[in-house]
């Protein structure tokens, strides 16, 4: 299967992988970081994240424009990769806190932040774009287009999957070293015994915690002393998690410029293709008309995918502090094995040795293969269940190895769902595929919304966003179930979405069309700020059924002009 495909396609999908892993550790705990060092409200800190990813992905659509007009995707890329890396360089630079400089080093995290979007700006569309061009270089490269897109949606997935582990490693092993361990609470109550507005309530709970931290033991019962020292070592861990970022790109740069002669032959935009004699003649050009049909139709299926990321963004804003404030943060330990990722990943590979063996088109010595992989893996994740504790704690960000594991898991699944149709001539369109997918999404918020009624009356400006009792607090399996159901509906509408743009920009405008693709989402992502004004005003099960209404209005937009969208793509695709 993998050789039908150019092998530029796996330069991309590597290098894109290091800089993904890199993006999504410091994702995973930005909202956290924001709220642990400057005891930012919820509300404020959904704001910054909300700017932020609005910011990485509106700046693609400058830099396709500086690929397509000035240098062309390669030199575009590879300075994104450099300017990314001194941005994660500003935000790993650890600072101190303290309440006579509340908001000391926030300047340096927003500038960071700001060079990071610029060049992710550079990197990102560019790169999806060179993918594009690597399936029109040969006809009998784009019948593969779109699994082609599916590989490296998922390559991008198994960055992203190792991520939250890597945060937790790195902060875990840092507090270690301070004699502390995460306690999710502690931040919110220490911000507010510092600054004066802490109850008697809270203030028993945090001498309650801080007594549990071996560190406290040398403090003489000091609260003042543990909430600024617990702040300052837990910040400084997510500093260090930060610069695992510097790192990846390391990595990335050395694939996408050591490998080049994969890719070399499709680095090339129309108007370099224009003045080059060998290439001249392989320029396409599209009456206007034909120009104006793709650009309505692509920007009819971009303004339905902003509801899609403003709803499945919410994964390292609302459902991370839901994972934190209101999820149960201990598990059995049959159920600690999902937050284990190498436990889940031998249980992942246990399936896959029992698919493999099933599979009557496989070679006898692939099936024995897979009946080994089956058994060797099943025991090893017998194993590793019988080594944790009865009771395990985790902390929040873990949930989000759930969906890049999902996405890896159920790609297979979903493409030879896809691939069955087709032979069937039953397989959708594709903007048919994503209305399906804004379909799904809308029923994986409303799980949340049903998980969420037993919170009536404890919304977050109840419990002053701070840990409800265990009492109260909800089984990890709705978050898990969530995340579950949205990976299927990302399967539906992201990969399909690139694969879209690809085939339906104009030549002449690759480069900003799937910058614009990415802008689209980035207006999504500051809708996720703007949803989050609204987390501690309403309740919870309120908050999600909002997302669940605008996915189902989007839904029924793109199936009331799919007529249309189908007819005006038609010829391009």
């Known amino acids: 299967m993998l050789k039908e495909h150019p092998k530029g396609l796996f330069v991309a999908l590597f290098a894109n992988m290091g800089e993904r892993f890199?993006?999504?550790?410091?994702?995973?705990?930005?909202?956290?970081?924001?709220?642990?060092?400057?005891?930012?409200?919820?509300?404020?800190?959904?704001?910054?994240?909300?700017?932020?990813?609005?910011?990485?992905?509106?700046?693609?659509?400058?830099?396709?424009?500086?690929?397509?007009?000035?240098l062309g995707y390669g030199k575009t890329i590879s300075l994104g990769l450099i300017v990314m890396f001194i941005g994660y360089i500003l935000i790993a630079i650890p600072t101190s806190w303290s309440a006579d400089h509340p908001n000391r080093g926030l300047t340096l995290i927003i500038g960071g932040l700001a060079v990071i979007s610029l060049g992710t700006g550079l990197f990102k569309g560019n790169?999806?774009?060179?993918?594009?061009n690597l399936y029109d270089s040969d006809k009998k490269y784009d019948k593969y287009r779109s699994l082609g897109f599916n590989i490296f949606y998922m390559g991008i997935n198994l960055g992203?999957?190792?991520?939250?582990?890597?945060?937790?490693?790195?902060?875990?092993?840092?507090?270690?070293?301070?004699?502390?361990?995460?306690?999710?609470?502690?931040p919110s109550l220490s911000h507010k015994f510092i600054d004066g507005t802490i109850t008697p309530e809270q203030t028993t709970e945090l001498t309650k915690l801080a007594n549990e931290q071996v560190a406290f033991s040398g403090m003489d019962g000091n609260l003042l002393e543990f909430s600024n020292y617990y702040i300052n070592h837990l910040a400084e861990s997510y500093h260090w998690a930060f610069g695992v970022a510097t790192l990846s790109l390391i990595a990335s740069m050395l694939i996408f410029w050591g490998f080049r002669k994969y890719y070399?032959?499709?680095?090339?935009?129309?108007?370099?293709?224009?003045?080059?004699?060998?290439?001249?003649?392989?320029?396409?050009?599209?009456?206007?008309?034909?120009?104006?049909?793709?650009?309505i139709a692509l920007g009819l299926v971009m303004s339905v995918v902003i509801f899609f990321w403003m709803a499945f963004h919410q994964n390292g804003a609302a459902m991370t502090a839901f994972a934190r404030d209101y999820t149960?943060?201990?598990?059995?330990?049959?159920?600690?094995?999902?937050?284990?990722?190498?436990?889940?990943?031998?249980?992942?590979?246990s399936v896959l040795g029992l698919i493999l063996f099933f599979m009557k088109k496989n070679a006898k010595t692939v099936r024995m293969v897979g009946l080994v992989m089956f058994a060797a893996f099943g025991v090893l994740s017998y194993f590793r269940i019988m080594g944790y504790d009865e009771i395990n704690k985790?902390?929040?960000?873990?949930?989000?190895?759930?969906?890049?594991?999902?996405?890896?898991?159920?790609?297979?699944?979903?493409?030879?769902?896809?691939?069955?149709?087709?032979?069937?001539?039953?397989?959708?369109?594709d903007p048919k595929k994503i209305g399906i997918g804004m379909i799904i999404t809308a029923i994986g918020f409303t799980v949340l919304v049903v998980g969420s009624f037993s919170l009536v009356g404890q919304s977050p400006g109840d419990i002053d966003e701070t840990k409800i009792s265990s009492a109260f607090a909800v089984g990890t399996y709705w978050l898990i179930s969530t995340y579950f159901i949205l990976t299927i509906a990302e399967l539906f509408l992201s990969p399909i979405g690139l694969s879209f743009v690809s085939k339906v920009a104009p030549p002449q405008y690759k480069g900003v069309m799937q910058g614009a693709w990415l802008?689209?989402?980035?207006?999504?992502?500051?809708?996720?700020?703007?949803?989050?004004?609204?987390?501690?005003?309403?309740?919870?099960?309120?908050?999600?059924?909002?997302?669940?209404?605008?996915?189902?209005?989007?839904?029924?937009?793109?199936?009331?002009?799919?007529?249309?969208?189908?007819?005006?793509?038609?010829?391009?695709?």
Not at 30 to 54: D, M, N, P, R, T
């Open 22 to 70: 890199g993006y999504y550790t410091m994702l995973a705990i930005f909202v956290l970081f924001l709220q642990a060092k400057y005891g930012f409200e919820y509300g404020l800190a959904s704001q910054y994240f909300g700017i932020f990813l609005a910011f990485v992905y509106f700046m693609p659509l400058f830099g396709g424009i500086i690929a397509d007009k000035v």
């Open 160 to 186: 992203a999957m190792f991520a939250p582990t890597a945060a937790k490693t790195i902060s875990n092993w840092m507090l270690r070293g301070s004699k502390l361990t995460y306690e999710g609470a502690i």
């Open 264 to 295: 070399s032959f499709a680095d090339l935009t129309e108007k370099q293709k224009a003045k080059s004699e060998e290439h001249k003649d392989k320029v396409i050009t599209l009456t206007p008309q034909e120009t104006k049909q793709r650009l």
């Open 328 to 349: 149960a943060d201990t598990v059995s330990r049959g159920t600690n094995i999902w937050f284990d990722l190498f436990g889940m990943l031998s249980i992942g590979l």
């Open 519 to 573: 802008a689209a989402t980035a207006v999504g992502n500051y809708g996720v700020a703007l949803v989050g004004i609204l987390w501690n005003k309403i309740e919870l099960w309120q908050f999600w059924g909002i997302l669940v209404l605008l996915c189902a209005i989007a839904a029924i937009f793109i199936f009331s002009i799919l007529k249309r969208l189908e007819n005006s793509t038609r010829s391009a695709v």
């Open 127 to 132: 790169l999806q774009a060179l993918v594009g």
């Open 394 to 429: 985790f902390t929040p960000q873990m949930f989000q190895h759930f969906n890049p594991f999902f996405i890896v898991a159920l790609t297979p699944i979903i493409v030879g769902l896809f691939s069955w149709m087709a032979r069937k001539g039953i397989e959708p369109s």
